[in-house]
T-cell receptor
């Protein structure tokens, strides 16, 4: 069965520090998709990235980067030079799209960036 | 603005009552997903419709039902409400399915409070 584990419930860092949010997933499928979403205090869910299981290249987008390692079933998210506006709950998610489209979310990591 | 519209934004109702939550997907999106977000359970997948047909089902209670209409809007019906049903209910839409599933765009959510 598909499962996403975000072991870090809450993290606090001081502004400008780098921070990594961990995500470990479980799936029986060879074809799957991994996602990260951000939920700021306003409550909406904002898509950040999708990665398919055949693409293990790391991705960088500005201060955000993602490290996908199939060998450890992990899809970690790093924010470099964090800013107060990065404070939010971050969700990692998994879809076994060959089976169905449901996107299963981890419980989220609440990130506090302290000024 | 994600383009997904959910109404109402807030709903307060009494135990035992029935409510209907409405979702209008982004223009062109055929898939609609419903999620429940509560403090203890995180984001739980409830159900997905694609072009009017049920495509995937999660941990949706028998007291809950959903449908997607020919104009692609969807409604989530919650009946015999209990205090524990108080949560934020999200609707999301996506364009594709299966390997064409990219990102799901989330609405602002309906906050349901059962008193």
């Amino acid at each position: 069965a598909q499962k996403v584990t975000q072991a870090q419930t809450e993290i606090s860092v001081v502004e400008k520090e780098d921070v990594t949010l961990d995500c470990v997933y479980e799936t029986r499928d060879t074809t799957y998709y991994l996602f990260w979403y951000k939920q700021p205090p306003s409550g909406e869910l904002v898509f950040l990235i999708r990665r398919n299981s055949f693409d293990e290249q790391n991705e960088i987008s500005g201060r955000y980067s993602w490290n996908f390692q199939k060998s450890t079933s992990s899809f970690n998210f790093t924010i470099t030079a964090s800013q107060v506006v990065d404070s939010a709950v971050y969700f990692c998610a998994l879809s076994e799209a060959a089976r169905d489209d449901k996107i299963i979310f981890g419980k989220g990591t609440r990130l506090h960036i302290l000024p | 603005d994600s383009g997904v519209t959910q109404t109402p934004k807030h709903l307060i109702t009494a135990t035992g009552q029935r409510v209907t939550l409405r979702c209008s997907p982004r223009s062109g999106d055929l898939s609609v997903y419903w999620y429940q977000q509560s403090l203890d359970q995180g984001l739980q997948f409830l159900i997905q419709y694609y072009n009017g047909e049920e495509r995937a089902k999660g941990n949706i209670l028998e007291r809950f039902s959903a449908q997607q209409f020919p104009d692609l809007h969807s409604e989530l019906n919650l009946s015999s409400l209990e205090l524990g049903d108080s949560a934020l209910y999200f609707c999301a839409s996506s364009e594709g399915t299966g390997d064409d599933l990219f990102e799901a765009f989330f609405g602002q959510g309906t906050r349901l409070t059962v008193v």
